[in-house]
């Protein structure tokens, strides 16, 4: 028996919107199946369904076999149609007022060890404000199975110990969602999570490869790789992300196999200091990051990314402490200085006293700027400065908002490509694109086309060994040599611009021809659209202003563009040929250098001779010591992380004030 429907999930059926089908499914006793583009899957596992990939306006069919059979396609064709009615909502229904609530246990550890007995430890000042907290070291161990062939008696044993620790996984969920202080945020990542451990495709290939000889470790590591792998594949954000998730249940099954315990992020204690040798991005901006009090990895430097969503949260942080970050790892507690890039082992009552009072300070100051959130800074001659945000995922939307941004002034594209193990598509694209131009509408969005190069490569793009990939095939170097990756960000740009005010850059431009071959790919984009009949419309093209040569033709690039961005991050480091990301080279890699500093002033010249937009989106712009140096050159636009918002607001207030 079956019915075909379309759905009307906003959604789609992920995550809760699976789950309630999924829990709807299995009320009744019939075989249920959920038919989409002539594949069949069981209405009664969450994965299935959600690598199904429905989306709202989509027409499925529902499969029932059984005694209920009626009832059960009443049911689920009911819910498909009309989702709202009828379902509780336990997760909704959890406040995200309880965010608080979780007590800070130092973590356990002997008496710390530091080279050369110091406590104090220096590394780069990634992101400014002083913390101190109990340590949090987080050194994930790597999970190997044994490897061997078990033998045939061993096979039960094994399948058992295997559900064992299935469960043991599953109560410490169902423990955790049972937890009041869990935030609606945290409580859906959980149930997420739960979803995976308790349905039969990741323990079913697990338990198929255990049969056939691995041990449970190897296959559960197996098992989650293959599952991970489909979520990857398929065309949709929500969905890929899910394959951190099968990755994490997999790991947490394993960890019990082993008898390790978990130092998952999830678990930071409030107010802890993050102390790690590296972080990945997308790991940090899924952590719990109201919870974290500071950050220390012994990678990154102060543009890195985990740098720049530190910024963006408002949690100081030092990076770049290369080993001695292993002086960190028995730590009890830590006091970082997130100005001066300093770390603090295990302080003393006077060290602690005062970093206390400076996180007292810090969060009244932070209190007292809250009132420049809705100022339009004005000069006394009345041109407005535009003060945008910074980000690299729709995530960061609220933080921007939260703290007044005028509109983004860099959006930062590779997130978006880093995120999947395939090239993102043009819908998908459109759509973020789209989801940016509507949140901050009428002000604009300003997306920098794809930033990225051999040192942080991604699927889909071959690129070849570079002795210096930093000079080598980026940005628009790479893009322009790739008409198929770049059309599809433009074709998404150009739909997208009909949703707002969308302004397009381009990174690493060196040469005028760059231009003008992007212009070219425009034009071809535009006329396919059209020929389609696909809605879209004009957007202004901008260049970043971050290689020597950029500054050295601005006059004549300010003559075929519409705006500039400069990008003090790449600019010190190509202008003062000293790696952005190598510590040791940190105090050459510094804006107020006069040599930055004039090249700064040459392209706010240029442009402003030639009539368009001077703006600035590297992390200079955030600081207050240089916003009314960069305004009397001639800078309309700053743009940063959200954090640096409000002050430099009142920094702009301040120097119209004086005249
Ligand atoms: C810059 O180089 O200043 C910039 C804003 O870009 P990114 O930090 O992403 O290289
Ligand atoms: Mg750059």
């Not at 098992?223 to 790991?251: K, Q």
């Not at 983004?408 to 989801?435: C, K, N, V, W």
């Not at 300010?558 to 202008?575: H, M, R, W």
């Amino acid at each position: 028996m079956e019915r075909s429907t379309i759905v009307r999930v906003h959604e789609g059926l992920h995550a809760r919107p699976a789950t309630r089908f999924v829990k709807l499914a299995k009320g009744f006793e019939s075989d249920v199946e959920l038919v989409k583009d002539g594949k069949a899957v069981s209405a009664k596992s969450s994965v299935k369904l959600m690598l199904l990939a429905v989306k709202e306006n989509q027409e499925v069919t529902v499969r029932a076999n059984g005694a209920d059979a009626i009832e059960a396609l009443e049911a689920l064709i009911g819910y498909l149609e009309n989702p709202r009615a009828g379902l509780d909502d336990e997760a909704e229904a959890q406040s995200a007022a309880n965010d608080a609530g979780q007590e800070a246990a130092p973590a356990s550890g002997s008496v710390p060890t530091a080279p050369d007995g110091a406590n104090r430890l220096r590394g780069v000042a990634a992101s400014e404000g002083f913390a101190i907290g109990p340590a949090f070291a987080h050194f994930p161990p790597d999970i190997a199975g044994r490897g061997r062939v078990l033998r045939a008696e061993e096979i039960e044993g094994e399948i058992d110990r295997f559900r064992t620790a299935v469960g043991a996984v599953q109560a410490r969920m169902d423990h955790a969602l049972a937890q009041d202080s869990l935030s609606a945020g945290d409580r859906g990542i959980v149930a997420a999570l739960r979803d995976i451990a308790a349905d039969d495709s990741l323990t079913g290939e697990a338990e198929g490869l255990i049969k056939g000889g691995n041990d449970a470790v190897s296959a559960v590591i197996t098992a989650a790789s293959t599952i991970a792998a489909e979520f990857s594949a398929v065309d949709d954000h929500y969905l890929n992300a899910r394959a951190d998730d099968v990755h994490a249940v997999g790991r947490q099954i394993c960890l019990v196999l082993l008898g390790q315990d978990d130092i998952s992020l999830e678990n930071i204690p409030e107010g802890a200091i993050l102390i790690a040798d590296d972080i990945g991005a997308w790991d940090l901006a899924r952590a719990p990051l109201k919870r974290i009090g500071g950050v220390v990895c012994g990678h990154g430097g102060a543009t890195s990314h985990i740098a720049i969503i530190a910024r963006s949260h408002g949690i100081p942080a030092v990076l770049g402490l290369g080993g001695q970050v292993n002086a960190l790892r028995t730590a009890r507690e830590v006091a970082l200085d997130g100005n001066a890039g300093h770390v603090i082992i295990d302080p003393d009552a006077a060290t602690r006293a005062d970093f206390a009072g400076r996180v007292e300070a810090a969060a009244k100051e932070r209190a007292g700027l809250t009132i420049f959130k809705t100022v339009t800074p004005t000069l006394a001659d009345g041109r407005i400065i535009e003060v945008a945000a910074n980000i690299g995922s729709l995530e960061e939307i609220e933080a921007a908002q939260e703290a007044g941004a005028m509109g983004i002034g860099l959006f930062r594209t590779e997130l978006l490509f880093m995120r999947h193990m395939h090239l993102p598509s043009e819908d998908m694209q459109a759509e973020t694109y789209a989801a940016l131009a509507k949140a901050f509408a009428p002000y604009p969005v300003i997306v920098r086309t794809l930033d990225i190069g051999g040192d942080k490569p991604i699927a889909g793009i071959e690129f070849p060994d570079e002795e210096n990939p930093f000079l080598g095939w980026r940005g628009i170097r790479m893009c322009l040599d790739r008409p198929d990756i770049f059309k599809r960000q433009l074709r998404a740009l150009l739909r997208a611009a009909v949703h707002g005010n969308i302004k397009v850059m381009l990174p690493m431009v060196s040469d005028l021809s760059e231009v003008r071959q992007t212009r070219v790919l425009v034009d071809e984009c535009t006329a396919e659209l059209k020929a389609e009949g696909v809605p879209h419309a004009t957007f202004d093209l901008g260049v970043m202003i971050e290689t020597p040569a950029a500054v050295l033709i601005a006059p004549a690039l300010a003559k075929e563009v519409a705006f500039f961005s400069i990008g003090t991050n790449d600019l010190t480091q190509y202008i003062m040929a000293a790696d952005r990301l190598n510590p040791t080279v940190a105090k050459l890699n510094d804006v107020t250098n006069p040599a930055v500093m004039s090249a700064i002033e040459m392209t706010a010249k240029a442009g402003v001779a030639a009539g368009i937009m001077v703006g600035m989106c590297g992390e200079a712009a955030g600081r207050p010591d240089l916003i009314a140096t960069f305004v009397k050159m001639g800078l309309t636009e700053l743009s940063m992380s959200p954090a640096s918002i409000q002050r430099a607001k009142k920094a702009i207030m301040a120097m119209a004030a004086e005249g």
